[in-house]
């Protein structure tokens, strides 16, 4: 009688088989996003004025003769036509190799993944904490009655609308400079993770919390709420065990998105705590032309930015088995 | 004075929102082994009845009793506490759709457990293979592999038994049943109705909530009638059926279609149906309009294509109705769709007036497509929601030719609307409005068959009963042709000429209305035909 259960054996493996198959489209289109992150980066940097052979040499100061500026061309293969030049780089790029910074002399690899832990420790700490702060300001404003309703739609609005720069520039001037709890600086420490964590987590965590309240607000009149009340669950009980539950998976699907903005805002928040990191790299590599370090800082958020989608689409086909079951019909 | 055996005891409740009141001053009681039905329109205060015996009547609620008593507990001064002991152990509580009724992320062995963790000191083991019980005893096929499964996995009647089986854990003396059945097929619909019966059986008091004066009088004592708040009529069920003392009780038994001749009027005291004035529907010669022939349509599956409609054949003559009857999923509404021309048939094809209508190209079809007119179930989402009546009317009354247009105006009129209607948004009508609504904008195109797909199957009887009037007035006085498409035999019935019964696909049988279903000679017919819901098996 009901779908699926008779043959069950053959529908279990064809959803082993969607299973894979997902995963190949969300490979083939992964590949496909970094290629064209590739393509733009490589060309969109062509339009940054200055010659890339002066970068190398240190800068339109550096005073090079001409016959050096030839040398760096050839070396560099800045002679090249430039599809060849492209051609090149992305012959590079299929070998892993990303090339060598034009001002540090260092292969971009290594640069790279000396930076990349701090900044994704950053970012998830944020993403971590503003999924924490979030869950539990929409908690307590659905929860509390109107005044806590209006306070709690207050607080998300204006932690939404809040500047990193200005966060920032505020945490420090509270906590290092009047109370002195925490260093201005972001030490290699716990402490010195909290003040740049906390401004990008305060931000994010108003969007979220914005979106879970509403779908909270909905939950909590849905049907099978009333079911659960009329069997003695406890309101305690109906947020953790319904609502709650309900009320993440768009918060979930958002955490894919909230990541790239995490890092891009790791470039304003490195550079004011004084943090090693992506971003402040990228700021550096920016100033100083350094194409290759660009491309590579690029590249490697785009790489983090496609993970985390696929990662953020298994999770919300795990906290709900209706997106798994709805592929399944015709 | 209360009897030793008496479950449920209200006197003097009242809930009101503010300053209205929508329960004023209510009294009755159930008995152990009892079922007592509330029925009412919506609106009357029946489902806020139900929900403050829970102490659950929502936020901005104020609940006042002199007495509310459940199995010898006094409840008027109950804290949120009490209640949450009382909920669950003391009284079940049954809604409409489990598919919302139940959580959709979670599996309905957990669900159901729930119960038995809050309120019993059961090991998990334990606990699982009462769960196990539970469901076998409400009559899953499969209970091992239900317990895993998600509402929306499950199908409609067997989600509902799964909701049931949460309610009754831990066999509570009292059960609310709040529409239990108002979304299910009519078979489903009499299953869990003995499933009902069968759990009263047992000792346990039942108070039912229902619109539907027919489901109730299958397994209700006594029923109170309830309207506004207050309760204006209440007695034993077939006295009650026989003699009711209340215009408003005989508007409920009035709007039940089952067993009402066609072309009777299901609202009292209503101007009767004119005859036909274009064709008279016995007639014979009446012209063909519409013609379906062997129309086959699949669907892609993981397995193997599923065949939606096998083969369907039929002829709608002028001024005729034809009613289609099905459970859901037996390919009704794709037939609709074939026929509409919405969706491309695999093989067969649908003529009008004898020339070509489904095979041809959507540019030389859409002249034609004004000729059939469609009324759907759900109305409100087939309205452009920013616009207001008058836009929706206007719009459609530019399909038909220049000559020959309603004003808006006269469609209302014809569907028995104020002109007030006009300026008016659909999501601010009620249910029944917005089904009129529809069915002027089917109208105004000039349609000469009109596709009627569940168009009451979301209403009140008592609206439901006014609407099919008004199908059959309109019916008579423009010789329009209705495919009309519903899982309610009772409907069917009253409002069909002719009738085809369809199961997984296929048309299995097919003629004259009353001759089909007197003499059903199909099982399945003759399946649908018992589990109809009606008065008469209360007399």
Redesign the interface.
């Known amino acids: 009688?009901?779908?699926?259960?008779a043959?069950?054996r053959?529908?279990q493996r064809?959803r082993g088989f969607?299973g894979i198959r997902w995963l190949l489209v969300r490979l083939g289109g992964a590949i496909f996003v970094l290629w064209a992150v590739a393509t733009l980066t490589f060309f969109a940097i062509r339009l940054i004025p200055g010659d890339p052979a002066e970068a190398v040499l240190g800068g339109p100061g550096s005073q090079a003769s001409q016959e050096t500026l030839d040398q760096v061309r050839q070396d560099y293969g800045l002679d090249l036509p430039l599809a060849v030049q492209y051609l090149n780089a992305l012959g590079r790029l299929l070998t892993g190799d990303l090339g060598t910074s034009y001002a540090l002399k260092v292969p971009v690899s290594d640069l790279l993944g000396a930076q990349i832990g701090g900044t994704l420790v950053l970012a998830f700490t944020a993403l971590c904490v503003a999924w924490l702060i979030a869950l539990l300001l929409s908690v307590w404003s659905t929860g509390g009655g109107r005044v806590a309703a209006a306070v709690g739609q207050g607080i998300e609005l204006t932690s939404a609308a809040l500047p990193h720069f200005w966060l920032a520039t505020v945490l420090i001037a509270i906590f290092s400079s009047t109370l002195g709890w925490l260093p201005p600086v972001s030490t290699a420490t716990p402490a010195g993770l909290v003040l740049p964590t906390l401004t990008l987590a305060i931000p994010l965590a108003g969007f979220l919390a914005q979106v879970m309240r509403e779908t909270l607000l909905d939950t909590l009149d849905?049907?099978?709420i009333?079911?659960?009340?009329?069997?003695?669950?406890?309101e305690r009980?109906i947020r953790l065990?319904?609502a709650l539950?309900?009320a993440s998976l768009p918060a979930i699907s958002l955490s894919g998105w909230a990541l790239g903005y995490l890092i891009s805002g790791a470039v304003v928040v490195e550079t004011i705590f004084a943090r090693p990191g992506l971003g402040r790299t990228l700021l550096q590599a920016v100033t100083l032309r350094d194409v290759p370090i660009v491309t590579g800082v690029v590249l490697l958020v785009a790489l983090v930015y496609i993970i985390m989608t696929v990662v953020t689409d298994a999770a919300s086909r795990l906290?709900?088995?209706?997106l798994r079951?709805a592929e399944?019909?015709? | 004075m209360t009897a030793p055996d008496t479950l449920l005891e209200v006197e003097g409740l009242s809930v009101s929102f503010g300053d209205t009141e929508v329960v004023r001053n209510l009294s009755f009681h159930v008995s152990r082994g009892e079922c007592v039905a509330i029925v009412g329109e919506s609106g009357s205060g029946k489902s806020v009845t139900a929900?403050s015996l829970?102490g659950?009547a929502g936020r901005g609620s104020r609940v006042t009793s002199s007495t509310l008593s459940v199995a010898g507990r006094d409840l008027t001064a109950a804290s949120e506490r009490d209640w949450?002991?009382?909920?669950?152990?003391q009284?079940?509580?049954v809604?409409?759709?489990a598919l919302?009724?139940?959580?959709?992320?979670?599996p309905i062995g957990r669900?159901i457990g729930?119960?038995l963790r809050?309120?019993s000191p059961l090991s998990a083991e334990n606990a699982r293979s009462r769960v196990l019980e539970l469901l076998a005893s409400v009559g899953m096929?499969?209970p091992e592999?239900?317990i895993t499964?998600?509402s929306?996995?499950?199908?409609g009647g067997?989600r509902q038994r799964a909701?049931i089986a949460?309610?009754i854990a831990l066999d509570p003396p009292l059960l609310i049943a709040d529409e239990p059945t108002t979304a299910l097929d009519v078979s489903i619909q009499a299953r869990i109705l003995d499933l009902l019966a069968d759990v009263k059986s047992r000792g346990t008091g039942i108070l039912l909530i229902s619109h539907d004066l027919a489901v109730v009088s299958a397994i209700a004592d006594r029923v109170l009638v309830m309207k506004g708040g207050r309760i204006v009529e209440s007695g034993n069920t077939q006295e009650l059926l026989a003699l009711p003392r209340e215009e408003y009780t005989r508007r409920l038994i009035s709007a039940v279609p089952t067993d009402k001749p066609r072309r009777v009027p299901l609202v009292p005291d209503a101007m009767p149906v004119p005859a036909p004035t274009v064709h008279s529907t016995q007639d014979a010669m009446a012209p063909v309009v519409l013609e379906a022939r062997g129309l086959t349509k699949s669907?892609?599956?993981?397995?193997s294509p599923?065949l939606a409609v096998d083969d369907v054949s039929f002829t709608l003559r002028r001024g005729e109705t034809l009613g289609l009857v099905g459970e859901s999923g037996s390919g009704k509404t794709t037939v609709a769709r074939l026929v509409l021309a919405l969706a491309p048939a695999d093989g067969g094809a649908v003529l009008l007036e004898g020339g070509a209508f489904s095979e041809l190209r959507e540019r030389d079809r859409r002249p034609l497509r004004r000729k059939v007119g469609a009324i759907y179930q759900d109305s409100l989402s087939s309205f452009d929601p920013r616009a207001d009546v008058r836009r929706i009317l206007t719009d459609a009354s530019e399909l038909a030719p220049k000559a020959d247009r309603h004003s808006v105006g006269e469609l209302l009129d014809a569907v028995g609307l104020s002109p007030a209607v006009a300026k008016a948004r659909p999501l601010h009508l009620s249910g029944g409005q917005r089904q009129r609504v529809s069915i002027a904008r089917a109208l105004a195109a000039r349609p000469d068959v009109i596709v009627c797909d569940e168009p009451v199957s979301a209403l009140d009887v008592t609206i439901q009963a006014q609407v099919l009037d008004l199908l059959d007035r309109l019916q008579a006085e423009r010789g329009l042709s209705y495919l009309f498409i519903s899982h309610d035999l009772g409907v069917i019935r009253h409002m069909s000429d002719r009738v085809a019964v369809m199961k997984n696909g296929r048309i299995v049988e097919t003629g004259d209305a009353a001759r089909v279903f007197d003499h059903p000679q199909h099982p399945y017919t003759a399946q649908l035909v018992a589990d109809a819901p009606r008065l008469v098996d209360a007399l």
């Open positions: 009688m009901t779908p699926g259960s043959g069950s053959p529908a064809s969607r849905a049907p099978f009333v079911s659960a009340r009329a069997r003695g669950e406890s009980g065990r319904h539950r309900h906290a709900d088995p209706r079951n399944a019909q015709p | 929900r829970l659950l949450r002991r009382i909920r669950g152990s009284i079940g509580l809604l409409q759709d919302v009724s139940l959580d959709p992320l979670r669900e729930d119960v809050l309120h096929p499969n592999r239900a499964q998600r929306g996995e499950l199908s067997l909701l949460s309610a669907f892609p599956s993981p397995s599923f």
